[in-house]
């Protein structure tokens, strides 16, 4: 009888010694996962804040108060122009030029934007308008940015307008030298960094055309259309 009573009482140690150890493999799990969860936060958190984009505009002579919301009205124009330029230089050919540049400036245009260029694109290609053509736009002297060109419609959407001198040629004859004012929108658009860093692109439809500027309007400062 002494015998099995102390089989039991070895048996209970044993029993116990078995379930503190099962105690702390899973407070191991436990911890495991606590400190790969905390490592976890900790490289978000520090990679989202390296990652921050601050918009600084070109002119910092009077000074500069912003936050990392802001996106200055200078930066918004500076965008606008840059990519315009961009998808309207074509060196040589406009069949070639004009689809290289779309697809080149893909991640600085909103889908809609993208659709809209593609036809229009499409549409002069069938009429013949495009082969052997070049065409640059550039600022028009004296009708660069200024604060009035650039207007905010909402947190993340802005309206802008830029003067500028469209000079086109076939096969190096000139066919086109005008003066015309665009009208664009630019849009908040952060979708991919490292193809984006500006986190804007440009948004435009049909309805955005183009005005042919006159001496009247060359002699004026600027003023926006419909008193907007």
């Known amino acids: 009888m002494s015998d099995l009573l102390g089989f039991m009482r070895d048996q209970q140690k044993r029993n116990r010694f078995l379930e503190a150890i099962d105690h702390i493999k899973t407070l191991r799990v436990v911890c495991t996962i606590l400190i790969v ?45 840059y990519i315009f330029q961009q998808l309207h230089r074509w060196k040589s050919n406009g069949e070639e030029d004009y689809p290289r540049q779309i697809y080149t400036l893909q991640g600085f245009l909103t889908p809609g934007c993208r659709a809209t260029l593609e036809e229009d694109m499409n549409q002069k290609q069938n009429l013949g308008e495009l082969r052997s053509r070049s065409r640059a736009v550039q600022e028009i002297l004296g009708r660069s940015y200024s604060r009035s060109r650039v207007i905010q419609e909402s947190e993340s959407s802005w309206k802008t307008w830029l003067d500028l001198k469209v000079v086109e040629s076939i096969n190096g004859h000139p066919v086109k030298d005008v003066l015309l004012q665009y009208p664009l929108k630019i849009v908040r658009f952060d979708v991919d960094k490292e193809v984006n860093p500006w986190g804007l692109a440009l948004a435009c439809d049909r309805s955005m055309k183009p005005r042919l500027l006159d001496e009247d309007d060359l002699k004026s400062p600027f003023r926006r259309p419909g008193g907007q």
Request: glycine share 4%; proline share 7%.
């Open 37 to 81: 969860a905390v490592v976890a936060l900790w490289f978000r958190n520090g990679h989202l804040q390296s990652h921050q984009r601050l918009y600084i505009p070109p002119d910092l002579t009077q000074g500069l108060e912003t936050d990392f919301k802001t996106v200055p009205s200078a930066t918004v124009y500076t965008f606008a122009y």
